[in-house]
């Protein structure tokens, strides 16, 4: 999400415009929910997506022409055979997608870019706002408690506050108020920078969440080798406090080098409100690790918190792949936690 919002901000720094498709709503079986975002470029070129297939291929058409006529718009699409705007998909949903031009000459557009740059960096759950009017976008902000509502005011923060769940929320009637969480606070904590946690930092990246690595070895708690990580921390297992402080927004993954320190950064995560805890190593490692994590302070009904072995049981030997079946359930994790949690989407 970072690097398409960056290169609509340098887009406009070179004086060309840019679309920006949002998917405001879906219905039904279709490729990608609200929040969906691709931004086309004048060169045609775009980046992210809103689900691919037709919806995606007519979507870049329609921008294309946003660009020309420089209207902000919302259209919809059938995903449904042999009705109305069918686009040839089998689905059976429909996809509600608002295309927003950004003026290189507008000094608002670029400032809104920014704000949402400068939030994507931070550590705060934030929002972005749209007011609609008789159907059209007319006016776009982003939402976080410490700045509250920016670059508009369409609405005020007592009709707002209510709106500002985790999931996409549209108020209805006239206006009406599409809000979409933008950032949600919180990192992902990799404790171990091995073959699996090496692996594991640029596919939690990807899928937005804010990696940070821990390790206590100096040769491997540098940046270079872990560019997309957005902190590194060289410090004692024994002692994780002394760097950071797990909240309920936190996310641990703990695949330190050897059992005994695996062992002791577990018992100090038990003791956060971490929202996720999970431990690498094989079912023989459970009994003797709950037993430690008993002896030593944790309730035996609070050990149903921690994920072991990590990951989903996609029977993965390699680094890679173990790295991709620890983030599949921590997206589940997160999605059951934001209540956004769906049947799985196909393509149509």
Not at 1 to 20: D, N, Y
Not at 260 to 283: F, H, K, N, W
């Amino acid at each position: 999400m970072k690097a398409l919002f960056t290169s609509m901000l340098q887009a406009l720094a070179r004086g060309e415009g840019v679309v920006l498709c949002s998917i405001l709503a879906s219905s039904g079986s279709t490729p990608r929910g609200a929040g969906a975002k691709m931004a086309v470029f004048s060169d045609g070129h775009t980046e992210g997506t809103v689900g691919g297939g037709a919806v995606e291929l007519e979507s870049g058409k329609l921008a294309m022409e946003v660009l020309n006529t420089k209207q902000s718009l919302v259209h919809g699409y059938c995903l449904a055979p042999n009705e109305v705007a069918d686009i040839g998909m089998i689905c059976g949903g429909n996809v509600t997608v608002y295309f927003q031009y950004f003026d290189a000459q507008r000094e608002t557009d670029a400032a809104l870019l920014r704000g949402i740059l400068e939030l994507l960096s931070g550590n705060q759950n934030s929002w972005l706002v749209y007011r609609m009017d008789e159907g059209c976008v007319s006016a776009m902000g982003v939402y976080d408690d410490a700045h509250g509502l920016r670059f508009t005011d369409c609405i005020t923060p007592e009709e707002l506050r209510p709106m500002l769940r985790a999931d996409a929320v549209t108020k209805k009637g006239e206006p009406r108020y599409y809000v979409e969480p933008l950032t949600r606070a919180g990192y992902a904590y990799i404790f171990g920078g091995g073959h699996v946690g090496a692996a594991l930092v640029p596919v939690l990246a990807s899928v937005d969440f804010r990696v940070v690595v821990y390790d206590n070895r100096p040769n491997f708690a540098t940046p270079e080798h872990y560019p997309q990580a957005e902190r590194v921390i060289l410090g004692d297992y024994l002692d994780i406090g002394a760097h950071l402080t797990l909240t309920e927004n936190d996310y641990v993954c703990i695949m330190t080098p050897g059992h005994q320190a695996d062992r002791e950064v577990l018992l100090q995560a038990m003791r956060s409100p971490a929202t996720y805890i999970g431990c690498i190593g094989s079912r023989h490692k459970i009994a003797p690790t709950n037993a430690y994590l008993f002896a030593n302070g944790i309730p035996e009904e609070d050990l149903a918190r921690i994920h072991a072995p990590i990951g989903l049981d996609i029977l993965g030997q390699t680094p890679a792949e173990i790295a991709v079946s620890i983030a599949a359930e921590m997206i589940l994790h997160r999605a059951k936690r934001s209540g956004t949690a769906k049947k799985p989407r196909g393509e149509g």
